[in-house]
């Protein structure tokens, strides 16, 4: 294996890159803000803690969506299905129609998942954390609930592509 030598080794490309080898599903995460969804993809998303509940993303510093995704009361997060390549495209894309077609269900106060999702969580902002170009998001629960554990199939995110888990 080639060692890690110098501070190129660490330009943004290659980060990307190297990054990107560690595969992760993808949620979205979406809520109701002045009466219209608003939210974006994530593969940032991992569990954080069971008391209290957390999980957390990570969301840029240049999002132009996350300042009005913040002022949200309640936010929804849905970890996508294998079959979502081209809504998580979707959901990343041009905001104006990053919820068209989908079918949304929203909570009371304004949490929005996805209904053909495996995972739905209801989630309030618990903190921010300032990490360099990217602000870490930790979500506190309201609510969890699944499809059902049976044969779950989320979409992978690996080296900038879309893919599914193979049975062993
Ligand atoms: C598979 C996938 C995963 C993504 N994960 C993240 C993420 O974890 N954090 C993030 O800030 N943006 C992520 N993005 C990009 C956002 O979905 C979105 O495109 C980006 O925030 C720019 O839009 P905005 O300016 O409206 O926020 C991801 C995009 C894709 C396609």
């Known amino acids: 294996m080639t060692a890690l030598r110098t501070n190129q080794d660490l330009d943004h490309h290659r980060l990307r890159e190297v990054f990107g080898i560690f595969p992760s599903g993808v949620v979205a995460v979406a809520a109701v803000v002045d009466g219209v969804p608003v939210g974006l993809a994530a593969s940032s998303f991992t569990s954080v803690s069971l008391d209290p509940p957390l999980v957390s993303f990570s969301i840029a510093n240049a999002s132009k969506t996350w300042p009005d995704l913040r002022r949200a009361v309640h936010l929804g997060v849905t970890i996508l299905a294998d079959h979502h390549s081209a809504v998580a495209r979707q959901l990343a894309g041009a905001p104006a129609g990053r919820f068209d077609g989908l079918s949304l269900t929203a909570s009371p106060l304004g949490a929005v ?48 592509r879309f893919g599914r888990l193979q049975p062993d």
């Not at 209904?115 to 969890?144: M, N, Q």
Request: hydrophobic share 45%.
């Open 113 to 160: 998942t996805l209904d053909d999702g495996l995972a739905h969580f209801e989630t309030t902002i618990y903190r921010e954390v300032l990490a360099g170009d990217h602000t870490i998001v930790l979500l506190r629960l309201l609510a969890a609930r699944h499809a059902g554990l049976g044969d779950p199939s989320p979409l992978v995110f690996h080296r900038s």
